[in-house]
Nanobody, 123 residues
């Protein structure tokens, strides 16, 4: 049984930082892509960043480049999203997702999802 568990969300003021974690278990396919998505109220879910041994790292949203860093610890089967210089427009539910091989930016590209962790940035 595949399980993804996100943690690390919270409420911060603009300019602050948060580090999200996504612990994956039960997913045996290798190589795999782990990605972060976000969904703000009233908006569609969008890909934020992805990491894969075959494709490296990709940041899908221009506004997070230089502020967010995706990484992973293969020994712990965990992906991270370090978010610095947070802005109110980063407020959203953040989800991690996994798929085999190469990464994609669309939600429908992914097989498995976590339950999400809320990030709220106040001005």
């Amino acid at each position: 049984q595949v399980k993804l568990v996100e943690s690390g969300g919270g409420s911060v003021k603009a300019g602050g930082s948060l580090r999200l974690s996504c612990a994956a278990s039960g997913y045996t396919y290798s190589p795999k892509c782990m990605s972060w998505f976000r969904q703000a109220p009233g908006k569609e879910r969008e890909g934020v960043a992805s990491i894969s041994p075959v494709g490296g790292t990709t940041y899908w949203v221009d506004s997070v480049k230089g502020r967010f860093t995706i990484s992973q610890d293969n020994t712990k089967n965990t992906a991270y999203l370090q978010m610095n210089s947070l802005k109110p427009e980063d407020t959203a539910m953040y989800y991690c997702a996994v798929r085999p091989g190469y990464c994609g930016r669309r939600p429908q590209d992914y097989n498995y999802w976590g339950q999400g962790t809320q990030v709220t940035v106040s001005s």
